[in-house]
Each structure stands twice: as C-alpha cells, then as structure tokens.
C-alpha cells in the first residue's frame, strides 16, 4: 500500500444499477420541473437549503432551529441560536454558497486548492483550527472516551487529498458514485484538524454540482443524513474498521448513499407535488379574504414551517415596516397566522386554519419506498463483526 493508495469504487450488481436508474429517472423528473418556473420555486429552495445546512451541522453535534438556518439562508440574525453555532452555520453556509454558485461551472475541475479553500470558509471564525491546512499530527474520532477511528499518518494527508482529486477529475462512473466515492475519502483520509465530515458531506454535494443534471440544492442528502446520523456512524464504522483500510470494500457505503439518494429523492418530489396543492390553498385564502398577493410567500412560508419576522417579510416584499406590520397584524387577526412574543422579538407561525389543513395532508402521506430494506441490518452486523474483530475483549452487547 502507498501513500497515495486511497478507495475505489465497488463493482455494482444488477440490484445496484436499478436502483441508480430510478434515481436518475427521479432526477430528470425534477429538473423538468425546475425548468418550468413556478411562484413557490424559490420558497422550496429556500427550505431545502435550510434543511441541508441544519442536517449536516447536526451530525457534528450543533444544534439550530429550522428557523434559524433559513434566517443563515437569508443572511439574518439568529433567533435563539449561540455565538459558536451560529459561526459554524455561517461558515457552513459559506461552504455551500460556494458550491452552489461555482462548482456548477462548466469549466470548474476540482483541485487541492478548491478543497483547502473550502475548508477555510467554514472554519476562517476560529483561526486556532487552523483553516485551510492540513493537520501535522496524529488524529483520532472518539466516542464515550474510545478511539473508533485512527486516520492515515499525517504525512500522507498531501498525497492522499491528491489522488482525491485526481479519481474526480477522472473519473467514468457515475456522478453520484464519484460524489460518494469523494466523501468516503475525505471522511476517511480526515486530512484537517477538525470539520473533516462536514467537508466530507460538502465535497460530496460539489461533485454532484459537477454533474450539472439537477441543482446541488435537489440532490444533496445532508438533509437525509442528518435526519439519520446513527445510521451515518454505522455504515461509516462497518466501512472503515477502525483504521485506514482503503483496501476494504466500499460497497455497503456505496448502496447507503444511492439508498438515501433515493429516499432523499422521494422526500424533495413529494413536497414539490405538496407545494403545488398547497400553493391552490393559499390563493383560494387570498381571495376569500381579500388579502394582497404579495402576503402568498408570508403564508407559504408559514406553511412550511418556518418563523416568520417582520424583517423577513420585509426583505421578501420590499415593503416599509409600516405596511409590513399592517399585513403581519391582518393575517394574525384573521387567524391565519399566529402572534407570539413582543415588539422586536415579535415572530408568526401558521395559525390554526393552515396549521391544521398542514397536518392533515402530512398524516395521509404515503411511506416512501425502501429500494434496500435489509441494507442496514446488514451494516450493522458488518459494524458488530469489525469491531469484535478490533476488540475481542469487549462484550458485543456494547456495539448494540
């Protein structure tokens, strides 16, 4: 094994090759819609974005409301988020800004620079990380005070982040296999001293900006991953055996990935088809009530989910913050919205009538489809097999 020895993309079965089919045709699917603009295009952007920049903070332990990752969409002040987190949402942030407005180039290639630059942007508010260089020492992952993971000798990182680089330009598989293959490395490699995972999850959403097929907002899973960080932890530990082991078998990480690519799929169709009713909802209120149009996003956005401040219908509508307030207190009136808090600390969510008809149509959803139902109780004996191995002194019913 050299330095520059790094993993390799697994060989798919036919099970494999129909489950990226039906990612692909979803995909296209999705860019069909994004190519025919609608009024709540930008609403669900918007909160898909939030999701993904809370999902993958989350795994890293930072914590941030839905509220205020869409107010770091917006260039906001946090609401109820601390200093800390929210420089690290911000610097996050940064990292996917970038992504979404570069990385989609057609004559953008990934480099060392690109990657260490990246890594700048997410961590330049705390200098002592040091941002944009590679770690000179030892490092390890922990949990409950045990080492779980020993990362290649620092010396390697140089040559090892190279031939990242390299198997991306060049390589001939599929971009979501090329973009999970990236990950693995990255994450594996752990070449910074400190947010190498989200640098992992970011990296992968770069390479599927790459692709160009669908915007790096519709086809990244940091959403899906958050949302299932236990099962994350797994299929990392099952894969990677304690150690750098670039010589094992990536398949199980390879079918995790187009697994949540296709449940992570499934979640964005069904809101663009959720929105699309909901949106004849609204405008049916509008007219009921006689409200002026520009409340349509107010509404929405209540829908969602999400806070609504008078700031953020003002950045929306352009409006003066008299006539702002004068919208805000006749949506609350009618019920539409509900008030909470006082003056400046003032926010609205969805009032019973939208709140209630919201939670309706989220009962009835259907379940998504599983494309690989059995796939995590095998990588959980996978998980339980490495480390028995690793550790034969331990009882099993420590890694259950």
Do not use: C
Not at 157 to 177: G, K, R
Not at 348 to 353: K, V, W
Not at 375 to 396: C, D, F, G, Y
């Amino acid at each position: 094994m050299t330095a520059r020895t790094i993993f390799q993309p697994p060989r798919l079965e036919a099970y494999d090759l129909a489950v990226l089919d039906d990612i692909t045709a979803i995909r296209q699917q999705l860019s069909e819609v994004l190519r025919a603009p609608t009024r709540w295009q930008g609403t669900v952007r918007r909160a898909i974005q939030a999701k993904a920049i809370q999902g993958s903070n989350s795994i890293e332990g930072y914590r941030v409301s839905q509220e205020d990752a869409a107010a770091a969409v917006d260039d906001e002040p946090a609401m109820t988020t601390d200093r800390q987190t929210w420089a690290e949402i911000m610097g996050y942030k940064r990292v996917l800004t970038f992504v979404l407005n570069v990385a989609t180039g057609p004559d953008f290639s990934l480099s060392e620079g690109t990657i260490q630059s990246m890594h700048f942007m997410l961590l330049e508010h705390d200098l002592g990380k040091s941002p944009g260089r590679y770690r000179t020492g030892p490092i390890y992952v922990t949990s409950e005070h045990e080492t779980v993971y020993t990362a290649p000798d620092a010396a390697w990182a140089p040559d090892l982040v190279s031939a990242l680089v390299d198997q991306v330009n060049a390589s001939e598989v599929p971009a979501l296999i090329a973009a999970a293959m990236a990950h693995l490395n990255l994450v594996m490699i752990h070449p910074f001293r400190d947010g190498n995972g989200r640098m992992g999850r970011a990296l992968q959403t770069l390479v599927l900006a790459m692709d160009q097929v669908l915007e790096p907002a519709f086809s990244s899973i940091e959403e899906w991953l958050g949302a299932n960080t236990a099962d994350y932890y797994s299929v990392l530990a099952a894969t990677g055996a304690g150690a750098w082991h670039p010589e094992r078998s990536a398949a199980l990480w390879l079918r995790f990935n187009l697994r949540a690519h296709h449940m992570q799929a499934q979640t964005v169709q069904r809101r663009f088809a959720e929105a699309s009713d909901q949106w004849k909802l609204i405008d049916d209120l509008i007219s009921e009530y006689d409200l002026p149009e520009r409340t349509a996003d107010a509404l929405f956005d209540a829908w969602l989910g999400f806070r609504l401040t008078r700031p953020t219908y003002v950045a929306h509508t352009g409006l003066d913050d008299r006539q702002a307030t004068r919208d805000l207190t006749r949506l609350s009136d009618l019920g539409l919205l509900s008030a909470h808090g006082q003056t400046k600390g003032r926010y609205y969510l969805a009032g019973p009538p939208l709140a209630q008809v919201r939670d309706q149509l989220r009962a009835a959803r259907k379940p998504l489809t599983d494309p690989y139902p059995d796939l995590m109780k095998e990588i959980r004996e996978q998980e339980v097999a490495t480390q028995r191995l690793n550790s034969p002194h331990v009882p099993s019913s420590l890694f259950r």
